[in-house]
């Protein structure tokens, strides 16, 4: 609005409109509730004594409170740059609902906070936000960060408490069908988003349960599985079928793809990558010597009620045990902790660089250091000692070299330093490889890269086969919870495209290189 004098030459002035005029008022509400980062400090959620804790597999962090994650979400700096949904792969609008749970609306939070994310109270509490979110907190050099994932993982905890979160109900149902091969993270992802869209989801697995790595995986100190089953429920609720404990491929009692492409309009393969990578050297095929995947899911097993032969008869039980685990990831945390709570006579977490190179959450490495993990930096195995079974690794002493080919600096053995660590139990935690899908499911014209991962079109997630998509860690290789959510949001998009006509039918070729490459050996 301007205001004309009424002179001969007078010129236009501006007239302040309401807003403008509330706009210092506006400011300081803003500093009243926000920005409080420099009054308030960084603190996470009541985290259970070490001792306390190693003795079940209870999740090891409390609840928020109101005022606490109200009080947390208030130091948010609401930036103009969110460095935080920068480096999210899902983007999460974290500034917006910070704010809105600062404010005490915390069903407007949740329904920001879903709308990019399927599973944020998943993410909450297994994301390594160190490394992503809170790791680019513009706050965090002076002031620490915001501790985004517990509030994220509050937020949603209340929803389910309060009934806010509803089945997806599509607007219309379509007559068109698709197919999901894997019940992980992104095939359920994809299974939400095409449900919600209004087509007839089939989603089939190999397990009994659905959830894959989210069930069989990850311990439950990290994740308890009430929380993936009442996800499978909602979507089973929405709508969705799922037919569990069935393989695909053309064994006996298997569905074969063929038939699954004939039954259904499209497929997606989102069935993560499980082959364990091998450990070489004398000795490595002795008794004692497993991979991590199976120790982990023997323990979750029998953590839902399951029995286990192997856990009882002690093959994947580290009750008593010497044990060393090989590796520095995430997973290999996971096996440190869950030996621990098992009852384990000693742990060792050999690892061949320094802990500054570790790739894992160093939140996850500060856990397993006060729950009585001895972690043995810059030691690699060179052969694994026993007759019948092992009882020893033998050990050698690395330093860091110059940088290799990923920039990371290259790890070489020092001579003469070799040394022999007791081991009753050795778990590999080095890392999965993609099973070989084409012979799996009976089709060698489905392409795969160098990698041994599909090969799929980056723009559409098509594969070799028409009307067959693939998505996750099939794809991209061994990677985060967080980014597979983000493939199957990813895909089913271009799914939908594809069965409204929109899409092409075929891979291009030029364009078939996978989306990432499966991370080098730990």
């Not at 359920?188 to 089939?204: D, I, K, P, S, T």
């Not at 069935?246 to 063929?258: C, F, K, L, Q």
């Not at 069935?271 to 982990?296: C, D, N, Q």
């Not at 996971?334 to 384990?344: L, M």
Request: proline share 6%; hydrophobic share 40%.
């Amino acid at each position: 609005m301007r205001v004309r004098l009424h002179t001969a030459h007078a010129k236009a002035v501006p007239f302040p409109s309401p807003w403008s005029a509330c706009r210092p008022l506006r400011r300081l509400l803003m500093a009243e509730r926000m920005l409080q980062f420099v009054r308030r400090a960084q603190a996470y959620p009541d985290k259970r004594a070490a001792e306390q804790r190693v003795e079940d597999f209870d999740e090891i962090y409390a609840d928020f409170q109101p005022e606490q994650a109200a009080a947390q979400a208030s130091r948010c700096s609401q930036c103009g740059v969110p460095f935080c949904s920068i480096h999210c792969p899902l983007s999460n609008n974290i500034p917006d609902w910070l704010k809105l749970t600062a404010e005490g609306r915390l069903e407007e939070a949740y329904e920001v906070s879903s709308a990019t994310n399927n599973f944020p109270e998943i993410c909450g509490r297994i994301c390594p936000q160190d490394r992503l979110c809170e790791g680019n907190c513009v706050i965090e050099k002076d002031f620490n960060s915001v501790t985004i994932g517990s509030v994220e993982r509050y937020i949603t905890d209340t929803a389910w408490e309060k009934g806010w979160v509803k089945p997806p109900r599509p607007s219309h149902e379509l007559e068109q069908s698709v197919a999901i091969i894997g019940a992980g993270p992104a095939g359920l992802a994809a299974a939400e988003q095409l449900r919600r869209l209004g087509y007839q989801v089939h989603v089939y697995d190999r397990y009994d349960r659905v959830g894959g790595l989210l069930i069989y995986g990850i311990p439950g100190f990290k994740l308890e599985k009430d929380i993936v089953l009442r996800r499978w429920k909602l979507l089973e609720d929405a709508g969705v079928v799922f037919h569990c404990g069935v393989e695909i491929g053309n064994g006996a009692g298997a569905v074969s793809m063929a038939s699954l492409q004939e039954k259904h309009d499209a497929v997606l393969v989102a069935t993560g990558v499980y082959k364990s990578r091998e450990l070489g050297g004398p000795g490595s095929g002795l008794p004692g010597i497993v991979p991590a995947l199976t120790f982990l899911t023997a323990s979750n097993r029998v953590g839902l009620g399951d029995k286990v032969e192997d856990f009882d008869n002690g093959v994947l039980n580290a009750a008593g045990k010497d044990v060393v685990v090989i590796g520095g990831g995430d997973t290999a945390m996971d096996c440190v902790r869950t030996s621990i709570r098992q009852g384990a006579k000693s742990v060792k977490c050999l690892y061949r660089r320094d802990k500054a190179n570790m790739p894992g959450s160093m939140r996850e490495v500060k856990n397993a250091e006060e729950e009585g993990v001895e972690f043995v930096w810059l030691s690699a195995p060179e052969a694994f000692l026993g007759e019948d079974r092992v009882h020893g690794v033998r050990a050698v002493r690395m330093h860091l070299g110059l940088p290799d080919a990923s920039g990371r600096q290259s790890v070489e053995p020092l001579e003469g330093s070799h040394y022999t660590i007791p081991a009753d139990l050795v778990i590999k935690a080095l890392g999965f490889d993609p099973e070989d899908m084409p012979v799996m499911f009976g089709t060698p014209e489905l392409g795969v890269t160098r990698w041994g991962t599909l090969k799929v079109d980056p723009k559409t997630f098509m594969t070799s086969l028409p009307g067959v998509f693939a998505a996750g860690d099939i794809v991209r290789g061994a990677s985060l919870v967080v980014w597979a959510v983000r493939d199957g949001r990813d895909a089913a998009a271009e799914m939908h495209r594809f069965l409204q006509g929109k899409a092409p039918a075929t891979l291009k070729e030029h364009e078939s290189e996978p989306q990432g490459v499966p991370a080098a050996a730990e």
